[in-house]
Nanobody, 129 residues
């Protein structure tokens, strides 16, 4: 069974930074893409960023970002372990949400939620103005 565990959330002021981490475990973990999604109160869950993992058969860009976070957020991966990170800079109150880590067995760093078969429990990020 695949398990995704997020960490690093918290309460910060606008303009601050946070770094989220997601660790994947499980004997049968064979995902090729991991991503971050978020859900703000009263809103639907939305795509934030995705990255291909080692072994992904993808010739395009290895990362994909939502327009709302481009230039402020950066997704990265561990070179050996199934872990991804989300560095969030210049945080805004609009970034307040529960952030979810997700993993996909496909090789495309897609923003489509249904392509991700594994999800974490989420970590709360709150940005005060």
């Amino acid at each position: 069974q695949v398990r995704l565990v997020e960490s690093g959330g918290g309460l910060v002021q606008a303009g601050s930074s946070l770094r989220l981490s997601c660790a994947a475990s499980g004997r049968t973990f064979t995902a090729f893409v991991m991503g971050w999604f978020r859900q703000a109160p009263g809103k639907e869950r939305e795509f934030v960023a995705a990255i291909t993992l080692k072994g992904a058969n993808w010739k395009g860009d290895n990362t994909n970002y939502a327009d709302s976070v481009k230039g402020r957020f950066a997704i990265s991966r561990d070179s050996e372990k199934p872990m991804v990170y989300l560095q969030m800079d210049s945080l805004e109150p609009e970034d307040t949400a529960v952030y979810y880590c997700a993993a996909s067995t496909l090789s495309v760093p897609t923003s489509i939620q249904s392509r991700y078969g594994y999800w974490g429990q989420g970590t709360q990020v709150t940005v005060s103005s």
